[in-house]
């Protein structure tokens, strides 16, 4: 137990130096998410009004904005270099369809099982254990998608299953961290609902760590309009900072098995 405890503080610590890095390469990613998130609310309320056909224009439009900043996360965590201003419009229509036929695949059974469950007297119960299941197993979607490059959705969410099963201690055990304070019935909460797109809506990168950083200053008894303004002004930068870290996380873990990280930590001086 000591020598796992050991090897997962030295990951998360090498996790956490590596994304302070890449962020300070790719701070630009904090503006470009914003500019995203505006077009974004532009194009749900002008497809607001247009029925269905509005639901497939916002979802192409999520999936361009969410393709986009895979692709400039990409650069930093992967390619280890300085976001330029010529990467955004080169980050224009990058991993669409495999963000798209991922959210298919995701969206299409969700929504079966919400029309079938709609007489159903336990379906809130229902619905945020299937969330909560999506929310687990395919977590790791987005850096599959970016990383590993499957060639099919499907191959990406058999890798997303595969990660977690070998790793899921040490994938979630940040995320349990930061929720611990909160109880069992809010981490179900925060996790059914960020289950609901399969990790690939791209509000998510606000309302995540909004509602973290939210919660935590309420937990503390700070709530007020000067906390308000800091967390508005803090969202983006640790939306980015969280995509960073999982990035870094993923690779880490991806390129090495527990057994691997234990003996590094065993042998590593002390």
Do not use: C
Not at 66 to 82: D, F, N
Not at 117 to 127: C, D, E, F, G, S
Not at 150 to 163: H, N
Not at 219 to 224: A, L, M, P, V
């Amino acid at each position: 137990m000591s020598e796992f405890i050991q090897a997962t503080t030295q990951l998360y610590k090498q996790a956490l130096q590596a994304t302070i890095r890449s962020f300070l390469r790719g701070w630009v990613m904090t503006l470009v998410v914003v500019g995203f998130a505006m077009l974004m609310m532009v194009v749900t309320l002008l497809a607001s009004s247009l029925g269905m056909l509005g639901g497939l224009i916002a979802g192409a439009a999520n999936a361009f904005v969410i393709g986009a900043t895979l692709y400039l996360v990409e650069q930093v965590v992967l390619g280890a270099r300085k976001i330029q201003w010529e990467d955004i419009p080169q980050s224009a229509g990058q991993y669409f369809w495999d963000v798209i036929s991922v959210g298919f695949l995701v969206w299409f059974p969700l929504m079966m099982l919400e029309m079938a469950l709609q007489a159903n007297p336990y379906r809130p119960v229902l619905t945020t254990a299937v969330f909560f299941l999506v929310f687990v197993l395919l977590n790791p979607v987005p850096e599959v998608i970016y990383q590993r490059r499957q060639g099919s959705a499907m191959e990406v969410v058999r890798e997303s299953y595969e990660f977690v099963l070998e790793n899921w201690i040490e994938w979630f055990l940040p995320i349990a961290i930061l929720l611990a304070p909160f109880g069992l019935s809010f981490f179900f909460e925060f996790s059914s609902q960020a289950g609901m797109r399969g990790g690939l809506d791209f509000f998510q990168i606000f309302t995540v760590p909004f509602r973290l950083l939210t919660s935590w200053l309420e937990y503390f008894g700070i709530s007020n309009a000067g906390s308000s303004f800091l967390i508005i002004l803090s969202t983006p930068i640790l939306g980015v900072l969280m995509l960073i870290f999982r990035g870094h996380l993923f690779s880490a873990l991806h390129g090495s098995t527990r057994r691997q990280r234990q003996f590094q930590a065993r042998s590593r001086p002390q």
